[in-house]
């Protein structure tokens, strides 16, 4: 069965320190993979995607993350973190269906970031 | 351009009763998703509809269901509410059903 497996619960960095969160995924084919950031009592903002091509994906807000087929990785990373980055992370596949539609995420756990000043 | 907007966004219900969300899409996307997210079991996938058609379900009772309007509007309606029903239920939409997703800031249900 497909599955997001995100190993920290919780992270704590250094404002200014670098970050790097940590998504590993269970699926038969070439995914959809995305990460999303949820602040309190918010909904999930997309931060970045991956569909195809270049493994290195730019997204908002200073965040990059690289898909590594052979790992099955698609890990999150910021060079220098900021106060405003503290919020839960959350790594997530798209699966493609017989009609094409990607419709259903598989969600992992989450990874809580908090930022020390 | 407007988000994906979600009523209510808090709700207070009783065990038994049923209930109703809505959700209106971007302008223009078509496809409307549906997630659980409890602490328990994280962000659970309901159902996704484009086009007034169900495409896909999640695995829960079919005390859960939904349904989508020919403007893109959604509604998803929970019947007999049960406790463990208490979740922040989050709308998603997207232009296709091949296209990342946008999500509503969530509709916040408690069961009492």
């Known amino acids: 069965a497909q599955s997001v497996t995100q190993p920290d619960i919780h992270i704590t960095v250094s404002e200014g320190a670098s970050l790097e969160l940590r998504c590993n995924y269970s699926?038969?084919?070439?995914?959809?993979l995305f990460w999303y950031v949820q602040s309190p009592g918010q909904g999930l903002q997309l931060l970045l995607k991956y569909f195809s091509g270049d493994t290195l994906v730019q997204g908002i807000k200073g965040f990059e993350a690289e898909f590594k087929r052979s790992q099955s990785s698609f890990n999150l990373r910021k060079p220098s973190v900021h106060w405003s980055d503290a919020a839960e992370y959350f790594c997530?596949?798209?699966?493609?269906?017989?009609?094409?539609?990607?419709?259903?995420?598989?969600f992992g756990k989450g990874t809580k970031l908090s930022v020390k000043p | 351009k407007a988000g994906v907007t979600q009523t209510p966004r808090y709700l207070i219900k009783t065990r038994g009763q049923q209930v109703t969300l809505s959700c209106s899409p971007i302008s223009g996307h078509r496809s409307v998703s549906w997630y659980q997210q409890t602490p328990g079991q994280g962000l659970q996938f309901l159902f996704e509809?484009?086009?007034?058609?169900?495409?896909n379900k999640g695995n829960f009772p079919g005390r859960f269901s939904g349904r989508q309007f020919s403007n893109s509007r959604s509604e998803m309606n929970v019947s007999t509410l049960e406790l463990g029903d208490s979740a922040l239920y989050l709308c998603?939409?997207?232009?296709?059903?091949?296209?990342?997703?946008?999500f509503g800031p969530g509709t916040r249900l408690t069961v009492l």
């Open positions: 998603a939409s997207s232009k296709t059903s091949s296209d990342e997703q946008f």
């Open positions: 509809y484009f086009s007034e058609t169900q495409r």
């Open positions: 699926y038969g084919a070439t995914p959809y």
């Open positions: 997530a596949v798209g699966l493609m269906n017989y009609g094409g539609s990607q419709g259903n995420l598989i």
